[in-house]
């Protein structure tokens, strides 16, 4: 890989609230007030959305607008591989999370005898399925997905024959079945669980890097151990949720938390991360300037991006020099 492509990723249809589908907007008015040459300085890409389906009334209440989710991640995960086939690095800003499940497909459908690890800085495990799920809401999602685990021990809904039918395209999408193991998927600060999602990842042995241990053992550490834990993996994609920060530093998002990053340690944690050379793939999510003021949200996560951005410029650089 020798550039980096901007994949803009606007559907927001797996959300609760809306305003997703503009976070982009916002990080670039964030980039214009700081001066910063940041979108003119990268090729990229817009990935279509079906946004307009919000007005009408979804069919799959166990897991809302399913169908057109589907089609929409069609798109994200054809994007991602083809960009990494071209040689280059994608960089996905995207509107809700559940548009990660489609980046990790596309990841997957570009290498699909390499051993995929994921990194996930989040408030939320995003571990429900449409059997689990207490709000239908897609961007819980992703990772049951990912993982083709619907959680069935764990079951309170009955989702309908129609949702069944497109759930299981989902986790079939790009190649059949599973694209991580659950040994190859690692939390960071991730805080506001439910019942379901507790007993999926204490069954499943997942690792999550908590605040306290995060502050206790810095940032550069703990990305020395995340990548320990993922020896076994050839390639990594890390996956940033703007709600991982703490709540004092995140209204402008959809479902903000409390005790979680300052934005100093999530770009120490990011620029950590990046320097990796397996890292193929780094994602951005969730910002919602409707839910904001001044801009706040947007402007703290143009700070961390344009310093994850860096970092991944500077590996590919080296990777270049020693090719050459």
Known sequence: MRRIKLLEVRSELGAGTRGASLGIDALKVACLNKGSDYFRRFNSVQVPDLNHVLFDKTHFPKAKHIDSIY???????????????FGEFPLVLAGDHSNASATIAGIKAA???KTLGVVWVDAHADIHSPYTTPSGNMHGMPLAISLGDDNRQCQRNQPEPETEFFWQRLKNLGEPGPKITPDHL?????????????????????????????????TRRVAREIYER????????????VDSLDSRFSKGTGTPVEEGLNVEEAISLCRALLDNDRVVCFEMVEINPTLDSENTMATNAFDILEAATDAIQRRLRLEEVVSR
């Not at 007993?199 to 995060?214: C, H, P, Q, S, T």
């Open 230 to 241: 993922l020896r076994f993996c050839d390639m990594v994609y890390v996956s940033f949720d």
């Open 186 to 218: 690692v939390y960071v600060v991730v805080r506001d669980t439910e019942a379901e999602e507790n007993a999926i990842i204490e069954r499943l042995g997942i690792k999550n890097y908590k605040l306290d241990e995060v502050k206790a053992k810095g």
């Open 71 to 85: 089609t929409v991640q069609k798109g994200i995960a054809g994007a991602v591989e083809q960009t990494l086939r």
């Open 111 to 113: 290498y699909p005898h």
